[in-house]
């Protein structure tokens, strides 16, 4: 997506997919035109760029007024897939993300092995939740312009600006159908200071006078270090220590925040994020299937094997197990 | 479901916010700064829909520090407000209104403290003590009574701890924390934040 964006590569996609509706037309086009964003850039007008930088939130706050078009749309198929568990959480040791793996389509299980988790950069991860397919897409772009400005500007954005960007970019499509809660997970690597005062006027309000929602232990790591931010279509931009997100969240959070604490080591910390997502998957019937983890350090994110979440539920079986006497064993294998 | 109080004394001017941020059921968090720094004398408090009152606040706060940086001196509260409230009014008949209600709490070295209160139809209001949320219903009757134009700063503070000692007592949701600044010819100040424990 980037090279097609360098090259200035247009390709329009059909209009003919939908006869049924005479509106579709201008819902198709409008849709597109919205996607090839141009950006009146005051921020880049300073550097000397020949390319004119393609990101268009025009005039920031007009969103399209031909969102009263879209209230005529195709009838879904099938209802959305919004059901999942994702859980982040910051420690001594870094960022946990982990997520369940199941795409849930209504009643029916449309995928048991999704990608939940998807990775930005070498040193950001994104969960995803809401609706399947909006997420994908977002990333997408996400990871398109996130390429884009570290080739401008020869230096990558913090997850702050990042989170800023997707808010932005996300903010003319506020009130129509588009579902999509991401965390950013990630490292902010240090930079010189001299560099981060010239910045902090152009880039995203994160000097320490105007950091107003970063408690103050926190704010030596407001430019480096651990950053765990929530970002949702409605237009939501939460910084914090620990987010869950999802249908199966409020099981999620019962676990977390129970155990968790800055001081958990590396095998703590997984466990921890396993066990929460196992409790949240075992009563919200729209997560389940497998548990994605990842852990992003100093060094970069690490994926974990895929793990089938059946195996932690005899974990904790056995565990159990040996607390039964053997009466209620007995009638548990009668069950069975 | 989120508490906007402010209280305007000879002096000064006395704001607290609620430290929730909430999404459906879930606190996600719970030491959210509502409270929006405009210049070095004017705050302003917002709460409401979710995107809108980010959106917003920092939309105002871009534009009153760029008249600062064009003109070389600070607008006042008054001015602050005023603009606040067209630009709620420009876009109220829109497509896409903004969904905020807000406090703007300022001193200005010529007219002193000022306090106006906003909400979501546009509508502005210089008054001397306002709140905003389902708290205010519980709360307002509390400043009706106690209020007097000339308290002082403790007095305000307690007022403020009796409003959030009803709030805990009575109303449904738990809003544990509260963050409080007052303002004053010397600029904003960070007061203590203000706890409850459980009911």
């Not at chain 1, 996609?13 to 939908?18: A, R, V």
């Not at chain 1, 209230?71 to 059901?83: A, D, M």
């Not at chain 1, 994908?136 to 996400?142: G, N, V």
């Not at chain 1, 001299?194 to 320490?208: A, F, H, I, R, W």
């Amino acid at each position: 997506m980037a090279l097609e964006d360098i090259c200035n590569f247009k390709d329009k996609p059909t209009h003919k997919t939908f006869p049924f509706y005479a509106s579709e037309d201008t819902s198709v086009s409008v849709f597109t035109e919205s996607l090839n964003f141009k950006w009146r850039g005051e921020m880049t007008s300073k550097k000397a760029s020949d390319v004119p930088l393609e990101f268009h939130v025009p005039s920031l706050f007009k969103r399209p007024s031909s969102r009263a078009s879209h209230s005529v749309s195709v009838r879904r198929p099938f209802p959305l897939s919004h059901g999942t568990t994702t859980l982040g959480f910051i420690f001594q040791g870094g960022v946990i993300a982990a997520a369940d793996t199941r795409a849930s389509a209504g009643g029916l299980v449309a995928c048991p092995a999704v990608h939940k988790i998807t990775p930005i950069h070498s040193h950001l991860v994104v969960t995803s939740s809401g609706s399947g397919a909006d997420c994908m897409l977002w990333e997408r772009i996400l990871t398109r312009e996130i390429r884009l400005y570290q080739l401008r500007h020869k230096r990558r954005l913090s997850i702050r600006g990042t989170a800023k960007l997707l808010s932005l970019m996300l903010h003319p499509f506020k009130g129509t159908d588009v579902c999509v809660a991401l965390t950013l997970c990630g490292w902010d690597k240090a930079e010189s200071t001299k560099n981060l005062e010239e910045t902090l006027g152009v880039t995203d309000d994160c000097s320490p006078s105007v950091c107003k929602d970063v408690p103050s232990k926190t704010n030596l790591l407001c430019f480096s270090g651990p950053k765990l931010i929530y970002v949702c279509s409605d237009g939501a931009r939460l910084q914090g220590d620990i987010f869950s997100v999802g249908s199966g969240s409020p099981y999620a959070y019962g676990v977390l925040d129970r155990s968790l604490s800055w001081s958990l080591n590396k095998e703590e910390a997984i466990l921890l994020a396993r066990e929460a997502v196992f409790r949240a998957t075992h009563r919200d019937a729209y997560s389940g299937n497998n548990v994605d983890l990842f852990h992003v350090t100093a060094e970069g994110w690490r994926q974990r094997q895929r793990e089938d979440l059946k195996e932690e539920y005899y974990r904790d079986m056995e565990k159990r197990g040996k607390k039964m006497d053997v009466k209620t064993k007995k009638a548990a294998k009668i069950m069975q | 479901m989120e508490y906007l109080i402010g209280i305007q004394g000879p002096d000064f001017v006395l704001v607290a916010a609620d430290n929730v941020a909430a999404s459906s059921i879930i606190q996600m968090k719970h030491d959210y700064d509502k409270m929006f720094k405009l210049s070095e004398k004017i705050l302003l408090l917002c709460v409401g829909e979710a995107g809108d009152t980010v959106q917003f606040a920092e939309y105002i706060q871009k534009n009153v520090q760029l008249y600062k940086m064009r003109n070389g001196y600070e607008l006042s509260p008054s001015a602050a407000a005023n603009f606040t409230r067209k630009n709620l009014a420009d876009y109220l008949r829109s497509r896409t209104p903004y969904h905020v209600n807000l406090l703007l709490a300022g001193y200005d070295d010529a007219d002193g403290p000022g306090l106006f209160y906003m909400d979501y139809l546009s509508s502005l209001a210089k008054a001397p003590f306002a709140a905003h949320g389902y708290g205010a219903f519980l709360t307002l009757s509390i400043l009706d009574r106690d209020y007097k134009p000339d308290l002082t700063r403790e007095e305000a503070m307690n007022i403020l701890r009796k409003c959030v000692e009803e709030l805990n007592k009575r109303f449904i949701l738990n809003l544990h924390s509260f963050n409080v600044r007052l303002i004053d010819k010397d600029g904003i100040h960070d007061m203590e934040k203000l706890t409850v424990g459980a009911k």
